[in-house]
């Protein structure tokens, strides 16, 4: 919304300068995006007249004119479409300088001389660019200085409106809330009408067949009217603020629509069948041309002003082109009317249309200032086309609105904001934003005016108080009182937990869109691609993620490319699918997910430079295992044959956490990564419901531990699990406990052998152990490991 | 004596110093530390002094000796032949480990949400995929507000939304609790916005809210000031602007002064002195009513606040789209912060 400052002051002197006035503005609630100032520098420029006007040859669009400037006569260049022959304009002379601050010489311009230039309202600095040159009224003395004329400047405020408040959208409703912050005077404006004898109710009849969606429709005849520009200073100001003026009577709807907030309309009264006006819904496909030259098909929802044959016009969205106000009109019937917020708001929608007029009515204008607005748009187009305004309305109100009464405590507003107000100057406040207060007892009574449909609760009046008395005013307090709210989201506190566990193992914390779209034949196999969406930002935001996984070996690829092929990544975030119908809960989980590829360690001057495997994504599940204090944590080996390629599941208690696995250079190739990558998922919720909360410390062993180290040579095929609970089988109880310190597979040692290394530490709890004892569990061992596995001893 | 003690001092770890090899290291031993040595000599003379000043020099004496046994045990490792293992460039740096790093967003959430912890604010979680009942209709938007056009907000073909703020969190958890409820939420939320420098369809936020008896606008006010004071600095201030927003009435808009320029005026706050920080307000009473909450008992606050911005200003990362795209040269950057 385009606001004037010099609009705003006819109705309240504004006591602030046009700069202060937009941090005014600004803490009424009205965002103010940019300021334009208009304050044109008419030195050296002059009134002129085009007496010939003949395109120059070789050019698109110049024209070389003869305009007289008072005594003399000057070639003048000119590029406007507008300029010909007979036209009243506004000439720049040299010497003169335009907003841009260009200073206009004599020139040659194609071969032609130019001694000056004919001015747009943009050069002079009067409003932004319109088509063409300015195009003067007849009356305008040639040679005169244009300062006569013209010397007329103003600042204009884009501000941004918040949807609750339609009389925003309104020179009047800004000034209402600028007199109640100041607590100034206001200003009334009245236009003189002059009726004829011939009755409005004569010239159109109404019926309203759709009285929700029309609450109240009136009308007014002008007739006798001709059509001509408006007064220059009227387009001037239409032009500032956004309307492009058009004749003298739609530039008086529009005025009146940026002074009022009400949307008006105009027709030819020529094109309304029979007189007859009814405000219908449109049948079933019904096809509506509106005054832009678009042809609609019409649902029966869409409300339609009609004549006795056809539609005139979409209610309160745009007038149709079959009835609208020609250069031959001379009677005019004025619309002046209230629609329902709901139904404008549903048609603008569906039909993808949103004009200055729907806008107003979808957000609430007020329908009992219709009958003023409807007597002011009469008298302007009688001053401004004169013309015999018809007498009386035709105003078919079949559902008043009524001013909604709310109770108001004005206690409450110190209770809600924490500062004391005083009650004379909240009864003073709401009465000049409009309402009527009863304010007799401590219950008040307040009327709203129908003009602020947002007003409608006890809350509503509190933030009118607040805000008109000044947001500054609103204390800083500290409260002192306790609140114990409980402890943090379990799962968040175990995503806090995992994320320092696994940065402090060397893993990169990343971000990345939760919405995809896999590509099959590059992204690894069997990974779910989520749950679509209805209405994706783009192509490759199709899916909310199933896992994180393809979308962070994307983003591995994209390292990979930059030269950086040691990665350890790591995010936390949600997967998606498809869960229990009515509860998004069961439609995601959190989940946190791993890379791991390139070098063990990182490169240095002393460290081995073998490749990340396997086993280093194990070590980190373990470590993971350990410090989240999973229960009874089991991270379970698919058997290869089966699965295709190195992968698991972690479980923890009776649930699985997630899974793992080491995608082949195979699948990472179609990525272009010439490696294996090494990847986890884990489900945070599981993790979190699999916590041991208990720990007791163990004594330390009193007496010493026994050790020995077993080398044996056996099938490849043997997995060492199997190795180590033949060997608990046979130990007995004074086993601690067993791991592998050396393993590898090698023909020397037979086909399809391999050799296996690993110590066993033995402990008797209450007495030291002799060494015979341990030599016997050992030759046990050896002999279980012989039938069960054919194992040798080294 | 105390003169005494500070010239055998000086000549004896000097003589120390000087000795070029083990040989002349124990001859200076012998002279200063044997038994029969200077040291001792003087310790002898110890019964000789004022009673009075006795322990003081007792004292003085023990400290000598302490430092130069020190000193000979010093010398006598460097006059030692060296070990191979010494032998290395100390130039070279250490072996080297994985370094692991924080996201941005992580930092500086997890700032934002122990300041507010620290004001008693718990950390409340809920799904990013929403009914519509929790994301708009529950925090009163009204079914006609642009925020639930299908050109502002992600769908599911079921109805589903894909959360816009993380208020939802806000409904739920009253729904399942009584006053006081005194969270936070934090999160991912999304936007039918197309990616640019400064937009992406999925962004973090974090909203608070407070319900309790007495609530009031003047503590809101208090506790945004006090979390942006400890966040940008104690001189911050500041202010409401009037705004709207269904799920509040009064509503404000919280601009702070700008800390990168002190308030004097800079390209990031484009010379206003002022950054706009989020939405605010009173709890509408509508909401209480609907979570089952009395507004004639209950008043609440609520607020909320772009953690990728802060992110972006705190670190003066200028494209929103670095923060998402997992490059790890931006990500090594962080390494150096451990957050609590
Ligand atoms: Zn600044």
């Keep these: ?794 | 004596m105390r003169d005494e003690i500070s010239k055998l001092r000086d000549e004896a770890a000097e003589a120390l110093r000087s000795a070029s090899d083990l040989t002349a290291l124990e001859q200076v031993s012998v002279k200063y530390l044997s038994r029969k040595g200077l040291v001792a000599g003087l310790f002898k003379q110890l019964g000789k002094v004022d009673a009075a000043e006795r322990p003081i020099i007792g004292q003085l004496l023990n400290d000598l000796k302490q430092q130069l046994e020190n000193l000979e045990a010093e010398r006598t490792l460097a006059l030692k032949p060296r070990s191979k293992e010494f032998d290395v460039d100390t130039t070279l740096p250490g072996r080297g480990t994985w370094i692991g790093s924080y996201h941005p967003l992580t930092i500086v959430m997890r700032e934002i949400t122990d300041i507010f912890g620290r004001m008693g604010f718990r950390v409340a979680d809920g799904p990013e995929i929403e009914l519509v009942k929790y994301n708009f209709d529950m925090l009163n938007t009204p079914p006609w507000h642009p925020s639930r056009d299908e050109s502002d907000t992600i769908y599911l073909p079921n109805g589903f939304v894909v959360r816009t703020e993380t208020s939802p969190v806000q409904v739920r958890t009253m729904e399942k609790q009584d006053p006081p409820v005194r969270i936070i939420s934090p999160g991912r939320v999304y936007r039918r916005d197309r990616p640019d420098a400064t937009h992406s369809p999925m962004f973090h936020q974090v909203e608070g809210l407070y319900v309790d008896k007495g609530v009031t606008m003047a503590e809101l006010k208090g506790t945004l000031l006090a979390f942006y004071k400890e966040l940008f600095g104690q001189d911050t201030k500041l202010r409401f602007r009037p705004h709207f927003f269904p799920f509040t009435e009064p509503s404000a808009e919280v601009d702070i002064t700008c800390p990168f320029c002190k308030a004097e005026g800079c390209r990031i706050c484009k010379y206003t002195t002022w950054l706009e920080m989020g939405g605010s307000g009173m709890v509408d009473p509508n909401v209480l009513q609907g979570v089952g909450y009395d507004p004639e008992i209950y008043s609440g606050f609520a607020f909320g606040l772009g953690i990728d911005r802060i992110a972006m200003l705190r670190f003066g990362i200028p494209n929103i789209r670095l923060l998402f795209d997992s490059d790890v040269r931006f990500l090594r950057q962080f390494s150096g912060f451990t957050p609590r």
Aim: aromatic share 8%; charged share 25%.
């Design chain 1, 1 to 794: 919304m385009l606001l004037s400052y010099k609009w705003l002051s006819e109705f309240v002197t504004l006591p602030v300068s046009p700069e202060q006035l937009a941090d005014v503005l600004t803490w009424l609630g009205l965002e103010v995006e940019a300021v334009h100032t208009y304050a044109p520098n008419l030195d050296n420029v002059v009134i002129g007249e085009i007496l010939e006007c003949a395109p120059i040859e070789g050019t698109n669009h110049l024209s070389l004119t003869k305009t007289r400037v008072g005594g003399e006569t000057l070639s003048i260049v000119c590029g406007a479409p507008n300029a010909r022959a007979g036209l009243k304009v506004v000439a720049m002379l040299a010497g003169s300088k335009t907003a841009e601050g260009m200073v206009i010489k004599k020139a040659k311009l194609r071969g032609q001389e130019s001694h000056g230039m004919l001015a747009s309202e943009q050069e002079l600095g009067l409003a932004p660019s319109h088509a063409g040159i300015i195009e003067c009224p007849a009356d305008w003395e040639v040679g005169a200085p244009a300062a006569k004329y013209l010397q007329d400047s103003d600042t204009v405020y884009d501000v941004e409106i918040t949807p609750n408040r339609p009389d925003f959208l309104s020179h009047i409703g800004v000034a209402r809330d600028i007199a109640a912050k100041f607590k100034l005077p206001w200003k009334p404006k009245s236009y003189d009408l002059n009726e004829c004898v011939r009755k409005s109710t004569d010239f159109v009849r109404v019926k309203i067949s759709a009285p929700v969606a029309c609450p109240r429709y009136l009308t007014r005849g002008v007739t006798g009217v001709k059509i001509a520009p408006a007064p220059y200073e009227v387009q001037l100001r239409l032009l500032r603020c956004g309307v492009r003026p058009i004749s003298n009577v739609v530039d008086v709807t529009n005025y009146l629509m940026l002074e009022t907030g009400q949307p008006l309309h105009a027709f030819d009264a020529r094109y309304i069948a029979d007189n007859s006006i009814d405000i219908r819904f449109a049948g079933a496909g019904e096809s509506f041309v509106t005054l832009d030259e678009k042809e609609h098909k019409l649902q029966s929802h869409d409300l339609l002003i009609a004549d006795s044959k056809h539609g005139i016009a979409l209610a309160g969205i745009m007038g149709g082109l079959n009835s609208e106000i020609r250069e031959d009109t001379t009677d005019v019937v004025i619309e002046c009317a209230y629609f329902d917020p709901v139904h404008v708001r549903r048609t603008a929608k569906s039909l993808g249309m949103s004009t200055d007029s729907s806008r107003r009515f979808e957000r609430g204008c007020d329908p009992n200032q219709v009958p003023y607005v409807a007597a002011a748009t009469a008298a302007l187009i009688q001053q401004w086309g004169g013309g015999e305004v018809l007498s009386g309305v035709v105003d078919d109100y079949p559902r008043p609105i009524v001013p909604v009464e709310i109770a108001f405590r004005p206690e409450k507003t110190e209770a809600l904001i924490g500062v004391q107000y005083d009650f004379a100057e909240i009864e003073d406040t709401l009465t000049r934003l409009g309402c009527e207060v009863s304010a007799h007892s401590s219950a008040w009574t307040v009327k709203a005016p129908t003009h602020r449909p947002d007003l409608e609760r006890e809350v509503d009046l509190i933030e009118e108080i607040v805000r008109v008395q000044g947001y500054d005013q609103i204390p800083t307090s500290e409260s002192s009182k306790v609140v114990l709210t409980g402890k943090d989201d379990p799962v968040v506190r175990l995503r806090r937990q995992v994320e320092d566990i696994l940065v402090a193992q060397g893993f990169l914390q990343t971000v990345s869109l939760s919405m995809w779209n896999p590509e099959p034949r590059l992204d690894p196999p069997g990974l779910p691609a989520g749950v679509e969406v209805a209405n994706p930002v783009t192509d490759e935001m199709k899916y909310l993620q199933g896992s994180v996984l393809a979308p962070m070996l994307r983003a591995a690829a994209a390292n990979f490319e930059r030269g950086d092929r040691d990665l350890r990544l790591f995010e936390t975030t949600r997967v998606f699918r498809e869960g229990v119908a009515g509860d998004p809960r069961t439609w995601e989980k959190q989940v946190v997910a791993g890379l791991l590829v390139g070098r063990r360690y990182p490169s240095g001057w002393s460290q081995t430079k073998e490749p990340s495997d396997f086993f280093d994504l194990k070590s980190v599940l373990e470590f993971l295992a350990l410090k989240l204090s999973l229960d009874k944590p089991d991270i379970f080996c698919y058997d290869l044959d089966t699965v295709g390629f190195l992968s698991g599941q972690l479980r923890v208690g009776e649930q699985v956490a997630g899974d793992f696995g080491l995608w082949p250079r195979e699948v990472c190739a179609a990525r272009d990564i010439d490696a294996s990558v090494a990847w986890f998922e884990l489900d945070l919720s599981v993790l979190a419901a699999n916590r041991r909360s208990e720990f007791a410390f163990e004594p330390l062993p009193r007496f010493p531990i026994a050790w020995r180290d077993l080398s044996v040579v056996l099938d490849h095929s043997v997995p060492f699990a199997e190795l180590v609970s033949t060997v608990r089988g046979a130990a007995g109880n004074l086993l601690q406990s067993v791991w592998p310190f050396d393993v590898f597979v090698s023909d020397k040692l037979g086909v399809g052998k391999k050799s296996v290394a690993f110590r066993l530490e033995f402990l008797h709890p209450e007495r030291s152990l002799d060494a015979a004892e341990v030599d016997a569990a050992i030759q046990s061992i050896v002999t279980k490991l012989q039938q069960e596995h054919s194992a040798e001893l080294r």
